[in-house]
T-cell receptor, first 113, second 110 residues
Framework: KAGVTQTPRYLIKTRGQQVTLSCSPI?????VSWYQQTPGQGLQFLFE???????NKGNFPGRFSGRQFSNSRSEMNVSTLELGDSALYLC????????????FGPGTRLTVL | QQQVKQSPQSLIVQKGGISIINCAYE??????FPWYQQFPGKGPALLIA?????SEKKEGRFTISFNKSAKQFSLHIMDSQPGDSATYFC?????????FGAGTTVTVRA
């Protein structure tokens, strides 16, 4: 079974631009979560979706948004990029209703210049 | 506010030795406690996990010990190998999200 895939793997943007990251979960997984990983803040939860519904959202500004499609694929969008948004963005999927047993993708490395 | 506290920040162990990483949590609503292993440039990989109704779980060289009353859990890596050199994260699940510890960088010296 293929793992979680994320595209693109690397991205360079400039301040003020917007970016869309994509995630394809493991086949059969309906829960998709997004995390931001930085050296200073570690792994921080962004949001979680199950069957196209956002069930929880982390403490991030409204510039961060996401959605899930009927095939469970998910996208996250960051508008008006800031230098501090440079990070590894990780997507994880889960088969369980609680979304707890999560399997991570390789991440998208976003650099904001 | 960090919901899961992890220690130590880093450790060095000799090949064949035991690595021990500790985590503590406050939220008693957490109901699933996984450990992840991450290599540079890769996403975290699920290593082993435990639910609070079990005090210990062993998979190969990796063991989780769980103390519900103390709200603490730990990862033991037995017979540590150079290939185990990585960053390890504990986490706790609740309300459809994982709360992570800060991570422990483990270096295994040959």
């Amino acid at each position: 079974k293929a793992g979680v895939t994320q595209t693109p793997r690397y991205l360079i943007k400039t301040r003020g631009q917007q970016v869309t990251l994509s995630c394809s979960p493991i086949s059969g997984h309906r829960s998709v979560s997004w995390y931001q990983q930085t050296p200073g803040q570690g792994l921080q939860f962004l949001f979680e979706y199950f069957s196209e519904t956002q069930r929880n959202k982390g403490n991030f500004p409204g510039r961060f948004s996401g959605r899930q499609f009927s095939n469970s694929r998910s996208e996250m969008n960051v508008s008006t990029l800031e230098l501090g948004d440079s990070a590894l963005y990780l997507c994880a999927s889960s088969f369980t209703q609680q979304g707890d047993e999560q399997f991570f993708g390789p991440g998208t490395r976003l650099t904001v210049l | 506010q960090q919901q899961v506290k992890q220690s130590p920040q880093s450790l060095i162990v000799q090949k064949g030795g035991i690595s021990i990483i500790n985590c503590a949590y406050e939220n008693t609503a957490f109901d699933y406690f996984p450990w992840y292993q991450q290599f540079p440039g890769k996403g975290p990989a699920l290593l082993i996990a435990i639910r609070p109704d079990v005090s210990e779980k062993k998979e190969g060289r990796f063991t989780i010990s769980f103390n519900k009353s103390a709200k603490q859990f730990s990862l033991h890596i037995m017979d540590s190998q150079p290939g185990d050199s990585a960053t390890y994260f504990c986490a706790a699940s609740g309300d459809y999200k994982l709360s992570f510890g800060a991570g422990t960088t483990v270096t295994v010296r040959a």
